[in-house]
């Protein structure tokens, strides 16, 4: 049995979690944390059954009391550092979702997890269907160099472009020579939205989106378009229970749900 604790378990993505982990016959809901709704149990906030986990502040003594054998964290950037590293300094092993940490961030828990030698798998996209997206438009990126990235969230999502999208840009990038990088002028336009990497993010933050997003590659006489919509929440949970087991196997991190799945 993997025994497993969720950090921001009041949020959107934590009470999808607390849903998702109840439903695995092989794993169980050991401790549920956050900042708000301290007291209540996580299944009834989850729209569960009581589940009797009580939600709590995620302190070092409530995280060592439980036990768990894992923390699915989804709270909000400028938390998840300091939560990660305190799981990964009591050999709790860290499946983080957040966003907006930063690369100096990420390094930090990479480091800590790798030294600590406990698992650690990072990914800003779980959905399956998202990281096939990024894995095609890199491979696109091969073959046409102008490419423009569209993402589209609900409006309570605080960081802006997505971490999707700056990875998108990211991986696109890396397969481009310098000779090949465009040139557009989305720094000075800012209509031409934001420029990460040499590629024009545009974001877009609307009541009544969940996540998604268009990767637009341009050439001679041609489009391509490559697009991901995560329809509900409920989206992203194969590859968060996929990495809770995965992360078990561990003994350092891994960042992006593509490794773990082998593209
Ligand atoms: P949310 O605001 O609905 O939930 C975040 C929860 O974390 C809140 O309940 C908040 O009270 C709690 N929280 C904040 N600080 C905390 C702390 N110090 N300790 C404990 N709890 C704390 O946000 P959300 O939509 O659930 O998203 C959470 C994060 O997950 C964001 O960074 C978002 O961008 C990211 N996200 C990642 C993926 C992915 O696939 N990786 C998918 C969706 C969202």
Redesign the pocket.
Known sequence: MIRVAV????????REVVRAVSGEADMRLVAA?????AGVDAGAHAGMRDLGVAIA??TEEALTAAVPDVLVD???????L??GLLAISLGVRLVS????LGDAGLAELQRASADSRVGMIY?????IGAVLMMHFAALAARYMHHAEIIELHHD????AP??TALLTAKRIRATWDHERVQTVSANTVPARGDLSEGVAVHSVRLPGLV?HQEVLFGSTGQILSIRHDSLD?AS?MP?VLLAIRRVLTLDGPVIGLDSVLGL
């Open positions: 950090a921001g378990a009041a949020g959107r993505m934590g944390f956050d900042v708000v709704s502040h995620p989804f709270t909000a950037a400028q938390s998840s300091r939560i979702g957040t966003t907006g990914a800003p996209n779980f959905s309570g999502k605080r960081d997505s971490g996540a929440r992203f590859g």
